[in-house]
């Protein structure tokens, strides 16, 4: 009970290691998946080993169970100290002294982080992009590649992949993802591979940028008997279609799993509540209903009406601008420039055998008081209501539900047992209208990108030597 307690008030990759230590002991010993979706390894799933050498080691667990120990994972990490990955080979460049901790990207370079034989599972992937307009954030893209395909499972923006679209870094944690301090992008979401998996990043920008990176992964024994591979893909409908709902996710073939998503709405028009879209989730042959339906944007966030920035282990808000005044009512700020949510499907798992699709709506909710039957009139011209039209209250005022158009993009984070090729997406697409608005130019002045722009040139040129 003190771990499940522990549970409700602990954010970021702690509160998964409780939930997984908290039913590891009776479930250890089966291949499968675990408490928080993260599948065991079949092969080493097995009972306590005995060697000579080594002692007594169990070599059934999970590696989030800090009790657990097993030699037989290699350890390994990658960065541009140590490009292979290579036992004994960190540090060479400088002669064991810190010589090259980051690099250099120019625009349209294409960079591979990671090219790594397998089996084995990318376990934590660090970087640090802030300080970056968001049009140039947005520009950088990550892909990776699975068992020599010549095609990406994984392409999406590199900041939204860390779960914060718009081009925009805020921080936040949660279980599978953080920010830390709003500068040091964090991602603790396993991706397995088989025979081999490669890295890339790419700098679609035209600017240069300062690129740090490290990923921590283990090789492993043998392959897994349920393997899984991560995809993840990036869409943007702007604006999006009345009355059409916004794809998240399809197109993928099961077995799988979807893990969650990150949402971005740049809200288009304002002073109405924007946030009534039911999210859906179509599985396993639905076709025109779901199986799985939501109530409303905000409560598919764990949140309620009038969604603010805030952040949990599986659900949050990280980016909401402009914020509310903090003498203001909950909900009175109903129309934000920029809102951004994410939602990850661990505990709550949502498994798929063949097939799987999921979408949100654009409704939004509008009130209108007594003395404002012109507005009203003029407005439902244009505005369509859903579900039981508009509400006549005995003071007078209106309110309904109606259809609205804004612009959305989504990455999705999806696990297949087998390797798919997912879509590219396009570069111009994802950085139009993602401009620093009015009230971020005050702490983020964009003359001073020139500036910047000729520091990382020079740095190009010193640490090239």
Not at 138 to 162: H, K, Q, T
Not at 180 to 203: C, H, K, W, Y
Not at 386 to 408: A, C, I, P, Q, V
Request: with cysteine; glycine share 10%; charged share 20%.
């Amino acid at each position: 009970m003190k771990r499940r307690r522990f549970l409700t008030v602990t954010s970021g990759p702690a509160a998964v290691l409780c939930a997984l230590t908290a039913e590891s002991s009776a479930k250890d010993s089966a291949p499968g998946v675990n408490a928080a979706g993260i599948e065991r390894t079949a092969s080493i799933a097995t009972a306590t080993e005995t060697n000579s050498s080594m002692g007594s080691i169990r070599t059934s667990g999970n590696v989030l169970d800090p009790t657990y120990i097993d030699p037989r994972l290699d350890s390994r990490s990658v960065s541009f100290e140590n490009l292979t990955g290579d036992r004994g080979n960190g540090a060479k460049i400088g002669n064991g002294r810190k010589d090259r901790p980051f690099r250099i990207v120019d625009p349209g370079e294409k960079v591979v982080l990671a090219d790594i034989k397998g089996p084995g599972t990318l376990r934590h992937i660090w970087t640090m992009l802030s300080g970056l307009a968001p049009e140039v954030a947005r520009a950088l893209c990550l892909e990776v590649f699975y068992d020599g395909l010549s095609e990406p499972s994984i392409c999406v923006p590199i900041l939204d992949f860390f779960g914060l679209p718009h081009g925009r870094v805020a921080e936040y944690y949660s279980a599978m993802v953080s920010a830390n301090e709003g500068r040091g992008l964090n991602s603790f979401i396993p991706i397995p591979f088989a025979r081999s998996i490669r890295v890339e990043f790419t700098n679609d920008s035209v600017r240069h940028i300062a690129l740090f990176y490290q990923i921590d992964y283990t090789l492993e024994p043998s392959i897994r008997e349920n393997r899984s591979y991560l995809h993840a893909t990036f869409r943007r409908e702007n604006p999006t279609t009345l009355r059409r709902d916004f794809v998240i996710a399809e197109g993928l073939k099961g077995p799988g799993r979807f893990l969650g998503c990150a949402l971005g709405v740049r809200v288009l028009e304002k002073g109405m509540w924007y946030g009534e879209g039911e999210v859906k989730i179509y599985r396993d042959g639905d076709r025109d209903f779901p199986t799985i339906c939501g109530t409303g944007l905000e409560d598919y966030v764990g949140s309620a009406w009038g969604l603010g920035r805030h952040y949990g282990p599986y659900a949050g808000a990280p980016i909401n601008i402009p914020a509310p005044a903090p003498e203001a009512a909950p909900g009175s700020q109903l129309g934000p420039d920029l809102v951004s949510f994410y939602r990850w499907h661990i505990p709550d798992p949502i498994m798929f055998s063949d097939d799987l699709r999921v979408t949100i709506q654009q409704i939004g909710a509008a009130g209108f008081a007594k003395g404002q039957e012109a507005q009203f009139e003029a407005y439902k011209q244009n505005h369509p209501t859903t579900g039981h039209g508009w509400m006549e209250f005995s003071n007078g005022s209106m309110f309904g539900l109606y259809e609205r158009s804004d612009d959305y993009c989504a990455t999705a984070f999806v696990y297949c047992t087998r390797p798919q090729p997912v879509p590219r997406f396009n570069t111009d697409v994802a950085v139009r209208d993602v401009g620093w608005l009015p009230v971020e130019q005050k702490s983020n002045p964009v003359t001073s990108m020139d500036e910047r722009e000729q520091v990382f040139i020079n740095m190009r040129e010193y640490w090239s030597r």
